[in-house]
């Protein structure tokens, strides 16, 4: 079974441009979770969906991010205009809606090294 | 409020010796699940371990083991036998059941296995 990928691994951009990070979940997970690691501080998150409705997003920074979820499978994290805090690891996991039997397990991706210069 | 905190930036162990890596956390929530992730030099996480807070036994996974202590709000993970491989950023990291489960991380560990 595949992992949750995450496109691209690396991206490189220039202040006030553009960024599209792309993760796809582990197949059947209705989960999916952002989160970003600023260099040398904890892990944080950004927001949730459970299939393709935004469940919690009150880790999103401002109003430059913009995540989506098209059809409850893959989703989307723009970044616009990039800032230079805005540089990090986004990491993206899911995980299966066990409803009420408690914490759900999530499984990352490998994250995407963002630099804005 | 939620927080995890891991006091040991750089831990370094003998091959095939046994280490600790340190985590507490703080929650005023009853319900909650610890975990454990493993990060590589490769960039992907790695699920290891996980203890639930009702749980009334250690978890283990192979050479994996969760010490939990819940009085004093701490879940250490215990790797034993090191081997080379297990180098690595160790992140330990806590979910309340409730409302979404979003993970609130530690700032991780950094492991080294000396030959």
């Known amino acids: 079974e595949a992992g949750v990928t995450q496109f691209p691994s690396h991206s490189v951009i220039e202040k006030g441009q553009t960024v599209t990070l792309r993760c796809d979940p582990i197949?059947?997970?209705?989960?999916l979770y952002w989160y970003r690691r600023v260099m040398g501080k904890e892990i944080k998150f950004l927001l949730h969906f459970v299939k393709e409705s935004k469940q919690d997003e009150s880790g999103m920074p401002n109003n430059r991010f913009l995540a989506e979820r098209t059809g409850g499978t893959y989703s989307t994290l723009k970044v616009q205009p990039a800032e230079l805090e805005d540089s990090g690891v986004y990491f993206c996991?899911?995980?299966?809606?066990?409803?009420?039997?408690?914490?759900?397990?999530?499984?990352f991706g490998p994250g995407t090294r963002l630099t804005v210069l | 409020a939620q927080k995890i905190t891991q006091t040991q930036p750089g831990m370094f162990v003998q091959e095939k010796e046994a280490v600790t890596l340190d985590c507490t956390y703080d929650?005023?929530?009853?319900?909650?699940?610890l975990f454990w992730y493993k990060q590589p030099s490769s960039g992907e996480m790695i699920f290891l371990i996980y203890?639930?807070?009702?749980?009334?036994q250690n978890a283990t996974e192979g050479r994996y083991s969760l010490n939990f202590q819940k009085a004093r709000k701490s879940a250490n993970l215990v790797i034993s036998a090191s081997q080379l491989g297990d180098s690595a950023m160790y992140f330990c990291a806590m979910s309340l059941r409730a409302p979404g489960n979003q993970f609130y991380f530690g700032t991780g560990t950094s492991l080294t296995v000396i030959p």
């Open positions: 197949s059947g997970h209705d989960n």
């Open positions: 203890q639930g807070s009702y749980d009334q």
């Open positions: 929650t005023s929530d009853p319900s909650y699940g």
């Open positions: 996991a899911s995980s299966q809606d066990r409803g009420f039997s408690g914490t759900d397990t999530q499984y």
